[in-house]
C-alpha cells in the first residue's frame, strides 16, 4: 500500500496514455446528463499547461511501438521505482522491492530485444521516459494540492485520500 501511495499518480499518468494509445480514449466525452467530462484534464491531473508534453511523451512511446507488455513492466518500474519506493516511509523490506525492480527491468530487457528487435535501443528510451511521468504526475500533484489548500478541490475523494497519503 505505501508503494501504491507513492505511485499513484506517476501510474494515473502512464494509464492515461495507454488508454490513448490503445483504446482511442477521447480528449473529452459527454456523459449521459449532457454534462462533458475532460479526460485529458483527468490524465494531466488538472494542469492543461502540460498537455503539449503529456502528448511528446504519447508520440514517443507510439513511436516506440509501446504495447501491453511494456505498459506492464513499465508500471511494475514505475511502483517499484528503487528512487522513490525504497525510500518510502515504512517499507520494511527494501531489498525486496530493489530485487522485484531490478526482476522486472530484466524482464523489459529481454521483452523489447526478444519481440522488438527492429526497434533500436527501445529499452533505455523505455527508461528514459520514467522520470519524464514523473515531471507530469509531480507538477499535478502540486497543483491538485494547491488547489486543495485553497479550498476549491473536493476533500472527501480518493485522489485527495491518496494525495495527503503520500505528503504525510
Keep these: 500500500m505505501k508503494l501504491l501511495q507513492n505511485s499513484w499518480s506517476d501510474m494515473l499518468v502512464l494509464d492515461h496514455i495507454h488508454q490513448r494509445l ?17 479526460l485529458l484534464g483527468l490524465g494531466l491531473l488538472g494542469v492543461p499547461s502540460l498537455a503539449e508534453h503529456f502528448n511528446e511523451l504519447q508520440n514517443k512511446l507510439q513511436e516506440l511501438k509501446f504495447d501491453v507488455g511494456d505498459y506492464i513492466c513499465m508500471k511494475f518500474l514505475l511502483l517499484l521505482n528503487p528512487g522513490k519506493g ?35 535501443d527501445k529499452f533505455a528510451k523505455l ?12 507538477r499535478g500533484e502540486e497543483h491538485l494540492y494547491i488547489k486543495h489548500c485553497a479550498g476549491s478541490a473536493p476533500s472527501q475523494t480518493l485522489l485527495m485520500e491518496m494525495l495527503h497519503a503520500k505528503r504525510k
Excluded: M, W
Design 22 to 38: 490503445h483504446n482511442a480514449l477521447p480528449d473529452d466525452t459527454t456523459l449521459h446528463n449532457g454534462q462533458k467530462f475532460d
Design 86 to 120: 525504497a525510500d518510502v516511509r515504512g517499507i520494511t523490506n527494501r531489498k525486496t522491492v530493489i530485487e522485484g525492480y531490478e526482476n522486472v527491468q530484466a524482464a523489459l530487457l529481454d521483452y523489447t530485444l526478444t519481440c522488438y528487435p527492429s526497434v533500436p
Design 127 to 138: 527508461l528514459s521516459i520514467i522520470p519524464e511521468i514523473h515531471v507530469i504526475a509531480s
